[in-house]
């Protein structure tokens, strides 16, 4: 099976701009989630995604949105940037339906925002 | 708000030695999970523990969970340069909770 996919890669931006970053998860997989991974605030939940609902929703301002497609594709946007959210952001898959749901990340996007 | 803590947040090691990295967490939980990241890397699962005394292992390494105790365990045996990496715990309550992360150093 191939794994969570994420693009793009890297990313360069300017203060004020707006950014759209890309995930597909494992094949078969309904649910994803966003993290944000910082040096200073650590790992940090964004939001999840199940069958194109929003199903949970962390700690993170209005400007952080995202969705989900029917093939379970999810993009996280992010708009007016601020230097505070350059990040490595990963996505994680699951199936989202058993008791307990192991996640598979993604290789992560890494945002630098100048 | 549950929280996660572990200890030590770096780790220098001899190869060869033993030691063991501390997880604690401040809510009812029973499932907790166990990540790997190289630098600029992603994070590669290492143990999924589900439930009250669980114990894996995987080469060097060994993953253990008390519930009651809220505390899971990451102990590594001998330790060689490839084990070099940051170890993260993260707990489940319908999100993952995550670690402030292990850096270990493994000197040759």
């Known amino acids: 099976k191939a794994g969570v996919t994420q693009t793009p890669r890297y990313l360069i931006k300017t203060r004020g701009q707006q950014v759209t970053l890309s995930c597909s998860p494992i094949?078969?997989?309904?649910?994803v989630s966003w993290y944000q991974q910082t040096p200073g605030q650590g790992l940090q939940f964004l939001f999840e995604?199940?069958?194109?609902?929003?199903?949970n929703k962390g700690n993170f301002p209005g400007r952080f949105s995202g969705r989900q497609f029917s093939n379970s594709r999810s993009e996280m946007n992010v708009s007016t940037l601020e230097l505070g959210d350059s990040a490595l952001y990963l996505c994680?898959?699951?199936?989202?339906?058993?008791?307990?749901?192991?996640?598979?990340f993604g290789p992560g996007t890494r945002l630098t925002v100048l | 708000e549950l929280k996660v803590e572990q200890n030590p947040l770096f780790l220098s090691m001899q190869e060869g030695k033993n030691y063991t990295i501390y997880c604690n967490y401040s809510t009812t939980s029973d499932r907790l999970y166990w990540y790997r990241q190289d630098p600029g890397k992603s994070l590669e699962s290492l143990f999924v523990?589900?439930?009250?005394?669980a114990v894996k292992q995987e080469g060097r390494l060994m993953a253990s969970l008390d519930t009651k105790a809220r505390l899971s365990t990451l102990h590594i045996t001998a330790a060689v340069h490839d084990l070099s990496a940051t170890y993260f715990c993260?707990?489940?309550?319908?999100?993952?909770?995550f670690g402030a992360g292990t850096i270990l150093r493994v000197k040759s």
């Open positions: 523990l589900l439930s009250n005394g």
């Open positions: 995604y199940f069958s194109e609902t929003q199903r």
């Open positions: 993260a707990v489940e309550a319908y999100k993952l909770v």
């Open positions: 094949s078969g997989h309904r649910s």
């Open positions: 994680a898959s699951s199936d989202g339906l058993a008791t307990y749901n192991e996640q598979f």
